[in-house]
């Protein structure tokens, strides 16, 4: 891990740029701890860090807040890392979809997630090594957000993570809901009702197959866009118990 810069945000926050080969990423840092830090993991949509930069840092701000490290890498084919035509041509795909008011296909979903999954999840396990070597970052670590796909993955595959916050947002293929029943720690899943992009009903059976004892779902109002600032609080809540 290369840090290539570096600055304290207005409430103290130490915010670190670093490169881990070819995969940009940010870090930070509580302005003050007495131990090494717990750590939690911020998935992201693939637009960008750039783009993701305001939402992240806030997240990892409030994280700041609650005494923990935070931390993201860019996903594949995103921001200024190189295209993936593969899965430019799904998310093309996608989009035709559903602007004609198609049903989304397996086909389309697998080719869109997929590929992603099998090369973010070994990246963000990369960077965990890189972040868990750091003496600032002790454990334990949990994953919040971004693609649930990933977040599943990355439940079952990686022991080092202790908590997950996953947000039904985004299209999950089916041989995911497999590798959801895997899963055996605890799980804070938050669900928009009324989110125009997301099939509710398939989020509810992914629910029902996460084989966790502890998870809990919350469902809001609202669209994609609309989470409510309240359930902020309940997820920081959720990582503060299981932690800390």
């Not at 669209?223 to 359930?231: I, K």
């Amino acid at each position: 891990m290369h840090f290539t810069s570096e600055q304290r945000l207005d409430d103290g926050v130490l915010e670190r740029e670093f490169t881990l080969g070819e995969i940009p990423g940010i870090l930070w840092t509580p302005a003050s701890a007495s131990a090494p830090a717990p750590l939690i993991l911020l998935g992201h949509p693939p637009l960008g860090l750039r783009k993701m930069y305001p939402r992240l840092v806030a997240r990892a701000r409030h994280s700041a807040a609650e005494g923990f490290a935070a931390a993201t890498i860019e996903l594949p084919g995103s921001g200024d890392r190189p295209r993936w035509p593969a899965v430019e041509q799904a998310r093309a795909d996608l989009r035709r979809a559903m602007e004609a008011g198609e049903p989304v296909s397996d086909e389309i979903v697998d080719a869109l997630i997929l590929p992603l999954v099998d090369k973010a999840v070994p990246e963000w396990q990369a960077a965990l090594d890189a972040f868990l070597s750091l003496p600032e970052i002790g454990g334990p670590v949990g994953y919040s957000g971004g693609v649930i796909s990933i977040g599943i993955r990355l439940a079952v595959v990686e022991p080092r993570i202790s908590a997950a916050g996953l947000f039904a947002g985004s299209f999950v293929p089916r041989s995911l809901f497999e590798e959801a029943r895997q899963i055996t720690i605890p799980l804070h899943v938050l669900l928009q009702w009324d989110d125009e992009g997301n099939d509710r009903q398939a989020a509810l059976d992914l629910f029902d197959a996460f084989g966790s004892k502890e998870k809990s779902l919350h469902a809001n109002m609202g669209g994609h866009t609309g989470v409510p600032q309240f359930a902020g609080d309940a997820a920081a809540q959720f990582f503060t118990r299981h932690l800390k």
